[in-house]
């Protein structure tokens, strides 16, 4: 069984731009989560969908938003880039929602805002 | 605010010794318990999952839960070089978000 992907694996951008990137969980997986990690942060929470539907929301600002296909598939959007947004964005899928649910992980976007 | 809570390391165990990672949690609500584990420059892969209070034991890797203490370890025994990385403790509660901690640098000095 083929496992999350996510593209594009690397993407550099100029501050004010705008990024899109993409997810496809793995066969069957209907909750799309998203993360933001850096090195003094660790990894943040950013948004989970499922079924379409946002279910949670982590505390980021607005520029930062996403959205469910009914394949499963999701794709998250940053505009207007500051040079902190620089991170590695990672989506983890899981078979449903709730609490006995395993996530897992796909390799991550790396996103350098220069 | 939930949180998990990890002592950062280095951790450093020789080669064939067990390596104990330790990690507590605020949310008594808190059900379910991951480890995952990730390589510098990797994303982070799942390598335990725990439910219930005891161990969990999956080849060389033991996970311990006691939700009374609210502490969830991960023991891994005959460790190898090829183990360091960064270990991720996680936790879950219902249908709101896996809540990480920071993680713990793991080396294995062969």
């Known amino acids: 069984k083929a496992g999350v992907t996510q593209t594009p694996r690397y993407l550099i951008k100029t501050r004010g731009q705008q990024v899109t990137l993409s997810c496809s969980p793995i066969?069957?997986?209907?909750?799309v989560s998203w993360y933001q990690q850096t090195p003094g942060q660790g990894l943040q929470f950013l948004f989970e969908?499922?079924?379409?539907?946002?279910?949670n929301k982590g505390n980021f600002p607005g520029r930062f938003s996403g959205r469910q296909f009914s394949n499963s598939r999701s794709e998250m959007n940053v505009s207007t880039l500051e040079l902190g947004d620089s991170a590695l964005y990672l989506c983890?899928?899981?078979?449903?929602?709730?609490?006995?649910?395993?996530?897992?992980f796909g390799p991550g976007t790396r996103l350098t805002v220069l | 605010q939930k949180e998990v809570e990890q002592n950062s390391g280095p951790l450093s165990v020789p080669e064939g010794a067990i390596a104990s990672l330790n990690c507590t949690y605020s949310?008594?609500?808190?059900?379910?318990f991951f480890w995952y584990r990730q390589y510098s420059g990797k994303s982070p892969e799942l390598i335990m999952s725990?439910?219930?209070?005891g161990d969990k034991e999956d080849g060389r890797f033991t996970a311990q839960l006691n939700k009374a203490s609210q502490y969830v370890s991960l023991l891994i025994r005959d460790s190898q070089p090829s183990d360091s990385a960064t270990y991720l403790c996680?936790?879950?509660?219902?249908?709101?978000?896996?809540?990480f901690g920071k993680g713990t640098r793991l080396s294995v000095i062969a």
């Open positions: 996680a936790g879950l509660s219902g249908n709101t978000p896996l809540v």
């Open positions: 949310d008594r609500g808190s059900q379910s």
């Open positions: 066969s069957g997986h209907r909750s």
């Open positions: 969908y499922f079924s379409e539907t946002q279910r």
């Open positions: 725990i439910y219930s209070n």
């Open positions: 983890a899928s899981s078979l449903s929602s709730g609490s006995i649910n395993e996530q897992f």
